[in-house]
């Protein structure tokens, strides 16, 4: 039996956000409750096709999705047990079809036929909630860098 944590949350469009994290997975934390208080401030900001960047569990992909104004979000994580949670998580909250969560390196898909599939996606916006990258090799902001450089 795998450990499950669920997280019930107020979404940005004032619907319930069902969010669930299994053992191995991303588990939310303070910066996550940050980050879903920012897209519910910035939720007028938000419209199109949307990237959010090291989705984790898919909170902030979910939460983005959940708006009118938005299209579509993709959800990318290096972590497979992630994408398997962002999945469920999107059947959960019913928005499996303004979702896709796929494994990937940064913007670079992992399987060959997804990555040409987003090789030419317009995208309109990037969400993200980098983790801080190592301190003891670098100034902790390389994930952040990564993010900006990919967005461009």
Known sequence: ITARTTYNLQGPAGRELKIVATEGSFKLSPASAISLEAVKELRRELHGVGLDWGTGVGLLALACAQLDSVDFMYGFDIEKENIQ?????????????KALFLVADSTRPFDLKEREAFRDKRLDFVIANPPASDMASTDGFEFRRIVLRDAL
């Open 85 to 97: 949670c962002s999945i469920e998580n999107s059947r959960k909250n019913g928005l499996e079809d």
